[in-house]
């Protein structure tokens, strides 16, 4: 089992929290945006911020930490 | 409110900066080997796509790039940091200045002006500054203004 400290834990949900919020974001621009090579940008990065944020998740998942 | 092409490549632009600031700080202070690469690895992705997002911005001037600098304030700030000292000629028709005075700053500003009547007095004075009775002279007596030291005997 992955052991998690607090101050990683802390980074984790404030990292996960970030990654949220900015996939969001994107989707929203990629609707929103005139340019066909802004709104790509938009759409691509909104599912790389997605993948990174479930990466983070899987840390929380494995329950590190003090049992 | 509808934002336009450069209100948004102007926000992706901060969320990277500050994603990248980030995940750097939380790599830092991981101790978790395989959080930390991914961390790492998530750092490399954001820089690659604020680097993608700036060249496109750039391209369709939505940002405002910074200007290459001047050689010459370029040489001051080398000699400050090599010679400790920036070469200041003082006001023109006037003798006696130390030339000790900093590089003038972007912002307008000249620090570190030497009286030579006052040895170690400095005090920081504008691009076009005038001389005590010019025309728009305005001497500074504002909040926190303090009075030059005495001179030394």
Redo the contacts between chains.
């Keep these: 089992m ?4 607090y ?2 834990l802390e ?2 949900r ?2 996960i929290g ?1 990654c949220e919020v ?1 996939a969001r ?2 989707e929203a ?1 990629a609707g ?4 066909p ?2 709104r790509s ?2 759409r691509q ?1 909104a599912d ?1 911020a997605n993948r ?1 944020r479930q ?2 998740q899987s ?1 929380l998942r494995e329950r ?1 930490g003090v049992q | 409110m ?4 450069k209100d ?2 102007g ?2 632009l901060s ?1 990277c900066k500050h ?1 990248i600031a ?2 750097t ?2 790599a830092l ?4 080997p ?2 930390r690469q ?2 790492r690895q ?1 750092r490399d ?1 954001e820089e690659q ?1 604020h680097e ?2 700036t060249q ?1 911005a750039v391209a ?1 001037r939505w940002y405002l790039p910074s200007e290459p600098a001047d050689h010459r304030v370029i040489g001051r700030v080398e000699n400050y940091f090599t010679q400790g000292a920036v070469p200041y000629a003082g006001p023109p028709g006037v003798t006696g200045y130390r030339e000790t005075g900093p590089a003038v700053h972007p912002g307008g500003w000249a620090g570190g002006y030497q009286e030579p009547r006052a040895q170690g007095y400095h005090e920081a004075r504008p691009i076009g500054h005038q001389e005590p009775g010019g025309p728009g002279y305005h001497h500074p007596t504002g909040p926190g203004y303090r009075e030059p030291p005495p001179p030394r005997p």
């Design positions: 992955t052991h998690l400290t101050l990683e980074s984790l404030h990292l970030e900015k974001k994107l621009y929103q945006a005139e340019s090579e802004l940008f938009c990065h790389s990174s990466t983070l840390f590190g | 509808k934002l336009n092409d948004i490549a926000d992706i969320m994603g980030d995940v700080k939380a202070e991981c101790s978790n395989r959080l991914t961390l998530m992705q796509a993608q997002i496109m369709n």
